[in-house]
């Protein structure tokens, strides 16, 4: 039985660390999107933003429910920056949880692995292309099987922008 994971932006994330975790129990990751590091602010998705400051880093928020409110949303976490606390967000629990890690990925390649389809616009807003590019550059330089379209047109069958996600799960 073959194990394909799909996965848009956040969902590619998660297809590409399964693939990083137990790479011989997946055939087939096809991304859209994704993001494959911690870059920037996107560690607010795992809920650490909020301690750092809720207002720049928070999951989501709302400002249309009421007048003159924001409302700020971050997910629950045992993250936390004290560097004596047994919850700490050292570097060694973010880059585990970073697809692209050159070092991880030469362990990864040691095992069957799978054959990546990714697609990705060089215009996208929210998870760099370079990015993108670079994962995709060193898991070729491994012999990795990849397929990477760098998507620059609008089809208006598939690719309906080229925002991030490029309207493919709308």
Known sequence: MRTILFGNSYGGYLANLCAKIAPWSIDFILDNSSFVNLFGNIFRLIGFGKEIDFTRYHGTYDDTLFKNIFLYLSDKTYWNNNKFSKNYFSNAR???REPLNKEHLIIQSLYPN???I?????????SPFKNKENFVHILKELNFKVEFFA???VDNKFIKNLNHGMGLST
Not at 118 to 126: A, C, G, K, Q, T
């Open 118 to 126: 990714l697609y990705h616009s060089i215009f996208d807003e929210r």
């Open 151 to 153: 998507i620059s047109q």
């Open 94 to 96: 973010k880059i585990i």
């Open 114 to 116: 799978p054959k990546y």
